[in-house]
């Protein structure tokens, strides 16, 4: 079966603009978080969707926003880019989102310049 | 590649050898543990897990143990092969069982 999809592969932005990133999870699968690796943070939380509400948020700022359609396709938002912001970001699915069965994508590589 | 971690632990070991790779972490509510590894240029890899209610699992492989007492992860890998090779990450579900926290990482070189 399909893995989890994330497009595009990577992006190179100018400060100040806003981005979208979008994921699409293995079929049948509803739950969708949103990671950020970075070589000083490491990996942290962003958000989770279950049909298509967001019932858990890391600390970032209001900036990162997210969205998830009754496909269960999301897409992630960060307006106002700042270098800081560059970033791997990935997603991973799962069927419950429930601690378990989380695949994850090869990420989008966004590069704020 | 893309670089994961430009500071990461490494722990290099020779082909043949076993690995393990060690996690420490703080949340004592964690109730489910997972091992990842991470190559180059792509997203985490699921290895192996463990729930709380356990101390030890195996896999093909693989084994992970789990010390609640001291709130310590470890992954072992028998017979480490160049393929190994990544980085490696352990996560923890905290009090929300829908996010992962992830440790910092370590690096495994396996030398032929």
């Known amino acids: 079966k399909a893995g989890v999809t994330q497009t595009p592969r990577y992006l190179i932005k100018t400060r100040g603009q806003q981005v979208t990133l979008s994921c699409s999870p293995i079929?049948?699968?509803?739950?969708v978080s949103w990671y950020q690796q970075t070589p000083g943070q490491g990996l942290q939380f962003l958000f989770e969707?279950?049909?298509?509400?967001?019932?858990n948020k890391g600390n970032f700022p209001g900036r990162f926003s997210g969205r998830q359609f009754s496909n269960s396709r999301s897409e992630m938002n960060v307006s106002t880019l700042e270098l800081g912001d560059s970033a791997l970001y990935l997603c991973?699915?799962?069927?419950?989102?429930?601690?378990?069965?989380?695949?994850f994508g090869s990420g989008t590589r966004l590069t704020v310049v | 590649g893309e670089s994961v971690g430009l500071h990461l632990p490494t722990l290099s070991v020779q082909e043949g050898d076993n690995s393990i790779i060690n996690c420490a972490y703080s949340n004592s509510a964690s109730d489910y543990f997972i091992w990842y590894k991470q190559e180059s240029g792509k997203g985490p890899q699921f290895i192996i897990d463990?729930?709380?209610?356990?101390d030890k699992r195996q896999g093909q492989r693989v084994t992970v143990l789990l010390n609640k007492t001291v709130k310590h992860l470890s992954l072992q890998i028998a017979a480490t092969q160049p393929g190994d090779s990544a980085v490696y990450f352990c996560a923890e579900t905290g009090n929300a069982g829908n996010m992962l926290t992830f440790g910092g990482g370590t690096r495994l070189m396996v030398k032929p």
């Open positions: 991973a699915s799962s069927l419950s989102g429930q601690g378990a069965g989380y695949t």
């Open positions: 463990i729930r709380s209610n356990m």
């Open positions: 079929s049948g699968h509803r739950s």
């Open positions: 969707y279950f049909s298509e509400t967001q019932r």
